[in-house]
């Protein structure tokens, strides 16, 4: 009987080695780590451009906010998928950050005008927002930026 108890403990002990023993090179096995982006800020917007247009917007929104750490023009991208998903909140937020941080690009200006008037909301700050844009757009290409102010102009008048 004490024969097959030591027995039974030598075995114990070996495969208590060997699950150690694996336990252990686990943990040394090869594995393949990135700890820089492939993609540049410009690259994940295009890539998020594209996903946008295909109506990826959660693929999207993840290019935009990898490009946002780089690039500001990736807020006005950011506002444009939440406005897509009616999340008015956090489009007024990503536009106003694009506004602030491109003061002469009309899109963002014009774009959170065009929210506040989707909103009849801040009608008045809309307006001033759709001016700038109209005065900052290249005046080959007004037309967006002249419905904007429009369509602020007509809710203003509803009032």
Known sequence: MIKTWVSSLKQMRS????????ACSSC???GIVIYDDPLSAKEHLMLGAAYEQEGRLDLAEAQYKRA????????????????????YNKAEKHYKTAVRKLPNHPDPANNLAFLYCTLSKNLEKAKALAQKA???APKDNLDPYLHTAGC??????EQ
Request: aromatic letters at 12%; one cysteine or more; proline letters at 5%.
């Open 15 to 22: 495969c208590f080695f060997i699950i150690a023993l694996l």
């Open 134 to 136: 109209i005065k900052l």
């Open 152 to 157: 602020i102009e007509k809710k203003l008048a």
């Open 28 to 30: 040394a096995l090869p």
């Open 68 to 87: 946002a750490r780089k690039e500001p023009l990736a807020h006005l991208f950011l506002g444009n998928v939440f406005f897509a998903r009616k999340d």
